[in-house]
């Protein structure tokens, strides 16, 4: 019997004899049969943040810890000392089965083989955006989440702010009509990209598990390019600026617009020279800077066709003619934001969905100030989630979830989507004359309900990674 089942069915059975009225315990005492148990898996960085926002102040269980450097872990170990530790998230599912569920944020490489890890033993899962490194693990990862009915939530936490609910709302009553063009720009990257890999070896960090830390990617030596935070700006771990930012920027208009599979992704990047001036192709490593466009069929809330641009690396849209001059795009310093154009106005907001406005076609303004009254608690995002859990996943609580897999799974394959296209932009085959072009300068076509590029089969060898050997999905 599964341990939720059996705490249920023990209530209840020893309810006679066992009942102490909850004013003795004391105001705000939760029994311990009411609170999820739940494994951390990645404790640094975003990670602590996450157990903390999870554990909320005692309504939830951190019951272990599993880290491959434990002195980033550090934190959480000392917040949680009875948390069991691990550096081997397989040794953590081996030997302890006494949990409900995890979360998991670590570096995009590793989501998918963790996260699938964790649904195929019946336990739910809060992972870190981008829910995957690559499109197939999205799709298999949200088929596995329902046929296992896992309840699941990606860590864009703007989806769950009141910003996010107010434009589907003003979009939903008609205010801006349908929307043809978006903009999404970010100042990101904030990291290296766009740069050769460093081949020096150096001695291993104390304490850190590299083989693990490396997991299902290509095995490369231990380098501070890559750990920490660094691994963002290459393509054997991250899915640089785009998949940072786009799960926050993109859900506004993905959720508003109702959208699904995008049908053609075209890019461009920016270039780095070599000292004889002529442009260096660098597949290890993201781009310094990109524009993406991706078009998007019409969709029942908005029966037109759609085109998204994304810019990063530090550009963004100009002013459209419909905001004042000394009013910012997006966030108040425009470094991130959104832009939707529609019939009778535009629609933007910042990062997370924050501060969304509207600049009506005859002159009038909307504005849906994010004051303390209307933000979303600290952790709020998680703490939604470990309610689902605890409701089960047929619950409606289950249901009102922002990012369950059904929604992150389409968000991020189209994210990622952009991604293939970067990808694809230094790729050659030979043309006419049997002299090299490069395909990827051109648009590509895909087809979202088989997951492939229909007129360019050299970019589909990033629809999906090849797995390190015992690291597979």
């Known amino acids: 019997m599964k341990r939720r089942s059996f705490l249920k069915k023990a209530s209840y059975a020893t309810a006679g004899i066992s009942i102490v009225p909850r004013h003795v315990l004391g105001q705000g005492y939760i029994p311990p049969s009411d609170k999820l148990n739940i494994a951390v898996i990645g404790g640094g960085g975003k990670g602590f943040s996450d157990a903390v926002n999870t554990w909320n102040e005692g309504a939830s269980n951190i019951t272990a810890i599993c880290d491959v450097?434990?002195?980033?872990?550090?934190?959480?170990?000392?917040k949680f000392p009875l948390a069991k530790k691990y550096k081997d998230y397989r040794k953590l599912f081996d030997e302890l089965n006494d949990f409900d569920a995890v979360t998991i944020s670590t570096p995009d490489h590793t989501h998918a083989v963790i996260t699938m890890a964790a649904i195929k033993r019946e336990k739910h899962v809060y992972v870190q955006k981008p829910l995957t490194h690559n499109i197939y693990e999205a799709r298999m990862l949200a088929q596995a989440a329902r046929k296992h009915k896992i309840v699941s939530q990606m860590g864009n936490q703007g989806a769950s702010g009141k910003g996010v609910a107010k434009m589907v709302k003003w979009f939903n009553k008609g205010k801006i009509g349908n929307v043809h063009n978006v903009d999404v720009w970010t100042n990101r990257p904030i990291w290296p990209q766009g740069i050769k890999a460093k081949t020096n070896k150096l001695p291993l960090l104390d304490g850190l598990d590299w083989e693990s830390w490396i997991g299902p990617a290509k095995m490369v030596d231990?380098?501070?390019?890559?750990?920490?935070?660094?691994?963002?700006?290459?393509?054997n771990f991250g899915t640089g600026a785009l998949g940072d930012m786009g799960c926050h920027l993109i859900d506004p208009p993905y959720r508003v617009l109702g959208l699904g599979y995008p049908t053609e992704v075209e890019s461009s990047v920016g270039a780095v020279f070599t000292r004889d001036w002529s442009p260096e192709y660098l597949p290890e490593s993201c781009p310094p800077s990109s524009r993406t466009q991706l078009k998007f069929k019409a969709t029942d809330k908005n029966p037109v066709d759609l085109k998204m641009t994304w810019t990063d690396g530090g550009l963004r849209p100009f002013h459209p003619d419909l905001i004042p001059a000394d009013h910012p795009i997006g966030s108040n310093n425009s470094a991130n934001g959104v832009i939707m154009y529609g019939e009778k106005g535009i629609m933007t907001c910042g990062t997370y969905g924050r501060n969304p406005k509207i600049y009506f076609n005859n002159g009038d303004f909307l504005e849906f100030n994010d004051t303390e009254e209307n933000k979303l608690p600290e952790h709020g995002h998680q703490a939604s989630w470990v309610e689902a859990c605890k409701a089960g996943f047929d619950s409606r609580k289950h249901r009102k979830l922002t990012s369950s897999f059904d929604f992150a799974g389409p968000l991020t394959e189209s994210i990622l989507m952009g991604n293939l296209a970067i990808r694809s932009y230094g790729l050659r085959e030979k043309g006419l004359n049997n002299k090299?072009?490069?395909?990827?300068?051109?648009?590509?076509?895909?087809?979202?309900?088989?997951?492939?590029?229909?007129?360019?089969?050299?970019a589909n060898q990033f629809v999906k990674r090849q797995y390190r050997e015992g690291w597979s999905l």
Not at 69 to 78: G, L, M, Q, V
């Open 69 to 78: 450097d434990w002195n980033r872990a550090s934190e959480a170990f000392k």
């Open 222 to 235: 231990y380098h501070p390019q890559y750990h920490p935070f660094k691994w963002r700006g290459w393509w």
């Open 436 to 458: 090299f072009i490069y395909p990827g300068r051109k648009k590509l076509l895909w087809d979202g309900t088989n997951m492939k590029i229909t007129n360019f089969e050299p």
